[in-house]
């Protein structure tokens, strides 16, 4: 008699993902995240955190963070998550987040953080006089995720080799503790053309809420006048749009804005070029321009709407918390018993 092939566990289909309240987000957040977290709710439950405690790994003032944090919960809602559909929460509301990330400390390698570039590009020259938290950010992102054994995570490109990790460490706790298939791999979600949307200052460096130019993004509370601003300001070059991709190639500021409509319509870059081929900037950054009035004005109004009701949205971040730590406690109930931990 042979042994039967061990079944593939399965895993309910489930999507996390989470947002800094570091500052107001800004057009890469919402190309590269937002808008495929909405399109997500249509087909599989999803879990939005605003993690603010991945903020404090650098300092951040805590009236500011307060503020910062209902914001985000507000963004999230103006662009469309629903909060009937998904779980809406903030992070520090539910323990599971910092009680798997210490477990998951003690899976991760030290030799794994020291490979993950965003540390390093965050750290920079500064690095003896980091947070251990910053350094640690990888492994709490794990525990994010996994605490709900969510199996698709909706991020920008920045934030791939995070999960890679994150694969990692389930697949090492797994091992260690003798659980085969306990974890999921969990997948990234990357699509769309706004999966690293560029600043709009320098086509080389990412579009950042920390980038001290205001000039470099646009944020989802701008009015259509700064929209306008910082589009007619966005550093292109001197050549007219070209008609396919490789006309694109070392000109990374017209590719940038070249995404950046098709992120906001709903297209491809190909498609773009074939309607903008051979027209000057003045002329397509107008179109951009519009079309980025159009799309991201609604948005700010309805995050002002909202904000001027904070006690609704801190009572929605609770009700939400409340809902994610009970997805988690049966999940954090294996974990310590696997762990070996008593009670
Ligand atoms: N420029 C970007 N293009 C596409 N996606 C982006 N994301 C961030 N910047 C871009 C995605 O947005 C989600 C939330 O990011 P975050 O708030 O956790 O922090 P971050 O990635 O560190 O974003 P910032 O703006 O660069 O913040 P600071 O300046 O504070 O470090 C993630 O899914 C991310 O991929």
């Known amino acids: 008699m042979t042994d039967a092939p061990t079944p593939e566990p399965t895993y309910e289909k489930l999507v996390f993902s989470g947002m800094q309240p570091t500052n107001t987000l800004h057009l890469g957040n919402y190309l590269g995240a937002l808008k495929n977290w909405i399109r997500l709710q249509e087909q599989m439950p999803c879990i939005y955190c605003v993690v603010d405690m991945h903020a404090i790994t650098v300092w951040q003032d805590p009236v500011e963070l307060r503020r910062a944090t209902r914001e985000v919960a507000a963004a999230y809602m103006a662009a469309g998550v629903d909060p009937k559909r998904s779980i809406l929460f903030n992070q520090s509301q539910v323990f599971a987040h910092a009680e798997l990330a210490w477990i998951f400390n003690c899976v991760a390698r030290l030799g794994w953080l020291n490979r ?17 938290g910053l350094y640690v950010y990888p492994n709490l992102m794990a525990a994010d995720i996994l605490a709900y ?56 460096r990412k579009m950042s809420k920390s980038d001290e130019s205001e000039y470099s993004r646009i944020n989802l509370t701008d009015d259509a006048d700064t929209i306008l601003q910082k589009i007619r300001k966005a550093r292109t070059d001197p050549e007219p749009l070209p008609s396919d991709a490789k006309g694109l190639e070392g000109r990374p500021e017209a590719e940038n804005l070249l995404n950046i409509y098709a992120g906001l319509a709903d297209t491809t870059a190909e498609q773009v070029l074939s309607e903008y ?9 107008n179109a951009l321009a519009d079309l980025a009035v159009a799309k991201l004005t609604p948005i700010a109004g309805e995050m002002q709407r909202l904000l001027a009701h904070p006690d609704e949205i801190d009572a929605l971040l609770k009700r939400g918390a409340e809902r994610a730590a009970e997805r988690a406690r049966p999940i954090m109930a294996d974990v310590r018993r696997l762990v070996g931990f008593v009670g």
């Open 149 to 204: 054994k969510a199996t698709h995570v909706p991020v920008g490109e920045d934030q791939k080799q995070h999960l890679e990790l994150a694969r990692d460490i389930a697949q090492k706790f797994n091992v260690d503790f003798g659980a085969p298939g306990f974890f999921p791999q969990p997948e990234p979600v990357i699509t769309g053309p706004g999966t690293r949307v560029m600043s709009l200052r320098d086509g080389s």
């Open 277 to 285: 081929a051979g027209a000057q900037f003045s002329t397509f950054k």
């Open 116 to 132: 993950m570039t965003q540390f390093k590009e965050k750290a920079g020259k500064n690095r003896e006089n980091s947070s251990v």
